[in-house]
Every structure is written in structure tokens, then in C-alpha cells.
């Protein structure tokens, strides 16, 4: 009998052990949800590159681009043709949230529909300009906006409703100007709206801090106000807020990554504990302060549970807007 019992324990053991290192990565991808060089492509080379050099993937991981609907062809791919593959994360910010929020992702689609597994940081919204531009500081670019907010032509990644539309949105509207009568131009992700502020097609470009440093650095923008709640730490130092300036104007953007809807328990756990050992790692560390982002860690469960309370926070602001019913 004692020999049965201990039969019975060494199955259920090395049962259990199989069970819990079931799910091994192949081919794994991160899909950024727009054209290279935006907020979503720096979110996917902080995981690829974050993950290789912190020795958490023994298979290199393959960045894709997945453009249109700023993330909602993505959501609808992941969910129509691969909602079970473990494989497969992909890229999303609040913009991707507040997109959800609105049901701008497609009938019948909410934030049910993925499963959120991962972060890699928080960035802030700024409000940029041409480096050759005349404004100095946002007060002197708010002042001549407000003489006639028709010849300004804003743009960035995303249309009405959309986060960037939101930030310039609040900017003018702490200064007493009617955000309907902003001129916004919609362009499929950071890359494209930051060519087109270059090329002179928009004179501002209310985007994400974090993605615009090799641009800041070229001397080619310059930075009007960044959207945090205090000065950021280091290079980014010397840039005063909306806040200081007299702008009651914040805007926080999660970057993070989510997984289809009917992804396995075994996968979904698998990442999420990849990415609690990234938060310590600091390879990993350093991947995300490269990139500018301010640490932000959150997976698997817990992460589930903000984001859909997060969710239900723009709805009612997207409501009280009267961008939805």
C-alpha cells in the first residue's frame, strides 16, 4: 500500500510539474497596432529588447506592424483569427483604452475582449512644435490660438475623441477656448504626425514625450509643456509642465500589452510571471529608461482589473464629453 501511495504522489508530482512549465514560447510576436516609428512601435522594442537582454526569452522575439483604427485592426484580428494563440502580444496604450471606451474598436468588442498581461511604463502627454516655430512656451502658443483657433492646424495619431485630440483638448479648454473649434488633422500613429508637424502640414503636435527624444535631440521639435503632474527627472527636466505654466492639464499614457481573448490559463500565467521578473531585471530596467517611460508594474490578474476600471473611468468622461451616448 505504502508503495502505492508513493507511486500515486510521484505521478501527481511530476504531473503537476509538467502542467506548470507546459507553455513554452514559439515564435513569439509582438504586434504593434500602427506604422513604425509611434508610441506603439517604441512599446514593442522595449518587450523585444527588454526580454532578449534580461535573458527572459531564449527565442528572439519579431516585431510586426498591424496599422489602422489606431489599434482597432489589431483587436479585431487577434479576436477573429488568432484568439488563442499564445504567441501573439500586442502592443496598447490609454489611447487604445479610451478608443475601447468609446466602441471605436467595433460592435460588440470591449475590454473583455483581450487579455491584459503586461506593462512596460507610463509616459506623458507634450505639447510640440517645430523647432523654427515663434512660441516659446505654451502661453505664448495658447494666446494666439485663442485670437482665432481656426488657423491653427493641430494633428497626431488618432481622431476625435482620441487621446491625442483629448490632450489638445484640454490645454485649450483650461485656457477658455471651445475644443470644437480646434482644426485636427487624423493621422495613423505617432510616425505619421510627426512627419507631417516636420513637413509643415500641422503647426502642433500634441503627442507622447517618450517617443519624440531622437527628434528632440536632432534639434528638429521643441517641447511647449509636458502633461505631468510635476517635472519629469532627468534630460527631460528642463521642460516645465502645462501645470506650472497655469494649464490645468495632465495626461498619463499606460503602455502595456495584451493577449487574445482565449489564450490559455498556462500561457496567460506563463507571460505574466515573465513579465514579474522583468520588473526586477535590470536589463529590463533599462530598456524601459531608454525609452523614457516611467516604471509602471502591473500583470496578469491585477493588471485585468485596472484596466477594465480604468475603462469604465473614460467611458464616463468620454459620456460627460458628449463623444458617446
Known amino acids: 500500500m505504502k508503495a502505492k501511495i508513493a507511486s500515486l504522489l510521484l505521478v501527481g508530482g511530476l504531473t503537476a510539474a509538467l502542467n506548470a512549465s507546459a507553455f513554452e514560447p514559439n515564435k513569439p510576436t509582438c504586434i504593434a497596432p500602427a506604422k513604425p516609428g509611434g508610441g506603439f512601435d517604441l512599446t514593442c522594442r522595449i ?7 534580461a535573458g527572459l526569452t531564449d527565442i528572439p522575439m519579431a516585431v510586426t506592424f498591424m496599422p489602422g483604427g489606431v489599434g482597432a485592426v489589431a483587436y479585431n484580428y487577434i479576436n477573429s483569427t488568432t484568439p488563442d494563440d499564445p504567441n501573439k502580444l500586442v502592443a496598447f496604450s490609454s489611447g487604445s483604452l479610451l478608443n475601447i471606451a468609446q466602441g471605436k474598436f467595433g460592435q460588440g468588442l470591449d475590454e473583455n475582449d483581450a487579455r491584459w498581461v503586461g506593462t512596460a511604463g507610463v509616459d506623458y502627454g507634450a505639447i510640440m512644435v517645430r523647432a523654427d516655430a515663434p ?4 502661453k505664448e502658443l495658447v494666446d494666439d490660438i485663442k485670437k482665432d483657433p481656426s488657423k491653427f492646424v493641430l494633428g497626431a495619431g488618432g481622431g476625435v475623441g482620441s487621446q491625442d485630440w483629448m490632450k489638445a483638448a484640454i490645454v485649450v479648454k483650461s485656457a477658455g477656448v471651445d475644443p470644437k473649434k480646434m482644426r485636427y488633422v487624423a493621422y495613423e500613429g505617432g510616425g505619421e504626425a510627426s512627419a507631417a508637424l516636420l513637413g509643415g ?16 535631440e536632432a534639434g528638429k521639435i521643441k517641447v511647449l509643456g509636458i502633461m505631468s503632474p510635476e517635472r519629469l527627472k532627468g534630460e527631460f527636466s528642463k521642460y516645465p509642465t502645462a501645470i506650472e505654466q497655469g494649464f490645468d492639464a495632465e495626461w498619463t499614457i499606460l503602455r502595456g500589452y495584451y493577449l487574445g481573448p482565449k489564450v ?3 500561457a496567460y500565467n506563463y507571460w505574466a510571471d515573465q513579465f514579474k521578473k522583468a520588473y526586477n531585471n535590470p536589463a529590463f530596467q533599462k530598456a524601459v529608461a531608454d525609452q523614457n517611460l516611467v516604471p509602471f508594474t502591473m500583470s496578469g490578474p491585477a493588471l485585468e482589473s485596472y484596466i477594465k476600471e480604468r475603462v469604465g473611468f473614460m467611458r464616463g468622461l468620454a459620456k460627460e464629453a458628449g463623444l458617446i451616448q
Open 47 to 53: 518587450l523585444s529588447t527588454g526580454f532578449a537582454n
Open 135 to 138: 512660441w516659446n512656451n505654451l
Open 201 to 216: 502640414h500641422i503647426k502642433v503636435y500634441p503627442g507622447d514625450v517618450g517617443e519624440m527624444k531622437g527628434l528632440l
Open 264 to 266: 490559455s490559463d498556462e
